[in-house]
């Protein structure tokens, strides 16, 4: 709506300050024409978007102005809205069979007003709604609805006084055509109504005024309290800061912490690792000295098994030989073997006895150093 241009055509000073007023709000910029001439003389030299007519005006209404301005090729296309306080049901079509392209009762409401443009710029292919502006501030946007909302009670009052004048035109004519009859009481009745009328415009004009020092008052007490909520925000705000700045640094001096107790796990961990390996060296040196020493034992349990075995084996040999020579010494002499004396059969056993006592000594020992040569490599297996 901010490219739009409207010319708006009304005798009366009210209904034309009215209009614009309105229209400008919405974003429209506005020209005044307060007869159908005048409006003719500036359609001449320039060219509106949009014609907002009067209906009933002197000279020239604003049926035969539209009319004029449909017999003008180069202005033909442009939206004329006849506005008048008429409301009756045949008005609108009247209007439109004139050339209109739609009559409004005056003053038009801005909800009627917004709905008229909306359609008009969706025939033009424009959008209906301009893009809605940025966030403003806080304290910027509640100000802006405050003045908004002082700006639409500013035209609800206009809205009133534009009424007020349409009344006070509709009366007008209506004495003027009461002028042109004989009425023996007409300057009475037109001193009546001219008081009536102006007490009625003075009560008017003070409600306005009152409203108006209300809406300044609620305008002032707003701003008051917006400033006192944006004094409580900063103040929170600063606090927040404070407490923000104060957690920032409590967990740098916590990263602090705990990076140098990282260094320091870090630290006793390579320990424990050294230590560890030194001594897992030092269990591994002790288990290969066990193991030589083992292994060495069971050499040595061994060599004397060996040693055993081979005095087992000559004695055995030695008893054989003994045993033998006495039979062939019997058999020489013609007599039966002599039976050995109880001493030598002592002796022997004895020995005997002796070399199997030290056989299975040794092979207990042989079986002990196996059994721990095998636990220690066991034990190797589960360290290394």
Request: hydrophobic residues 45%; aromatic residues 2%.
């Amino acid at each position: 709506m901010q490219d739009l241009r409207a010319l708006v055509v009304d005798d009366s000073k009210v209904g034309r300050l009215t209009m614009q007023r309105k229209l400008e709000t919405m974003g429209i910029r506005v020209e005044l024409a307060e007869s159908g001439p005048e409006a003719l003389d500036m359609l001449s030299r320039q060219r509106p978007d949009l014609i907002f007519m009067d209906h009933m005006m002197p000279d020239m209404d604003g049926f035969e102005v539209t009319r004029r301005i449909q017999a003008s090729p180069a202005l033909r296309d442009i939206p004329v809205i006849i506005v008048s306080g008429n409301d009756e049901a045949g008005f609108v079509e009247e209007a439109r069979q004139a050339g209109a392209l739609d009559a409004m009762t005056k003053p038009p409401a801005t909800e009627a007003l917004e709905s008229l443009l909306a359609s008009l710029q969706s025939r033009a292919g424009e959008p209906a709604v301009a893009t809605a502006p940025a966030a403003a501030e806080p304290r910027v946007e509640a100000v802006a609805r405050v003045e908004s909302a002082v700006a639409a009670l500013r035209a609800e009052l206009d809205e009133r006084l534009a009424r007020q004048a349409a009344s006070l035109d509709e009366l007008g004519r209506r004495l003027a055509v009461l002028a042109v009859r004989p009425a023996p009481d007409l300057p009475a009745l037109s001193a009546d109504l001219e008081q009536r009328l102006a007490a009625g415009l003075a009560g008017q004009q003070a409600r306005i005024d009152r409203q108006a020092a209300e809406f300044e008052t609620l305008r002032e007490t707003l701003l008051a309290r917006l400033d006192a909520q944006a004094g409580e925000l900063a103040a929170k705000t600063g606090s927040l800061r404070q407490d923000l700045e104060s957690v920032t640094g409590e967990v740098g001096r916590l990263g602090e912490a705990l990076r140098a107790a990282r260094t320091e796990i870090e630290a006793r961990l390579a320990g424990l690792d050294a230590a560890l390996e030194t001594r897992s060296r030092a269990e591994r040196v002790e288990h290969a000295e066990a193991a030589a020493q083992a292994e060495a034992a069971v050499r040595e349990v061994a060599a004397d098994l060996v040693a055993v075995r081979s005095e087992l084996a000559a004695l055995q040999a030695r008893l054989d030989e003994s045993r033998l020579r006495q039979f062939v010494a019997d058999a020489v002499a013609g007599s039966g073997p002599a039976p050995a004396t109880r001493d030598d059969d002592s002796v022997a056993r004895d020995e005997l006895d002796r070399l199997r006592a030290g056989f299975r000594r040794l092979t207990g020992m042989t079986l002990l150093g196996g059994a721990l040569l095998l636990v220690i490599a066991v034990l190797a297996l589960m360290r290394g």
